[in-house]
């Protein structure tokens, strides 16, 4: 059993940055899969970013050349840095982590609003 917490969210402007972590714990095996998913009230989950074992990143287009997606696979550990925030950023992030089994993590809300 795989567990992932997250931190980092808040509170930003427009404009500003965040960056969010999240750390998995448990049987984790190699090969796998870290990414982020974003939820906002009344719309599905949608993908934001993910990292394979191997580095190999892919992005939404809505935050390409904003968000910057990144692990320490010695920590089981992914980083989203987030950077030019819109308020339609707006949601609760969710880390997983795909390998023999799907985890997810309780979310951890981001607001961007002035």
């Known amino acids: 059993q795989v567990q992932l917490v997250e931190s980092g969210g808040g509170l930003v402007q427009p404009g500003g940055s965040l960056r969010l972590s999240c750390a998995a714990s448990g049987i984790i095996y190699s090969g796998n899969i870290m990414g982020w998913y974003r939820q906002s009230p009344g719309r599905p989950r949608e993908l934001v970013a993910y990292i394979t074992s191997t580095g190999v990143t892919t992005y939404a287009d809505s935050v390409k050349g904003r968000f910057t997606i990144s692990r320490d696979s010695a920590k089981n550990a992914v980083y989203l840095q987030m950077n030019s925030l819109k308020p339609e950023d707006t949601a609760v992030y969710y880390c997983?982590?795909?390998?023999?089994?799907?985890?997810w993590g309780q979310g951890t809300q981001v607001t961007v609003s002035s």
């Open positions: 997983h982590l795909a390998s023999r089994v799907s985890s």
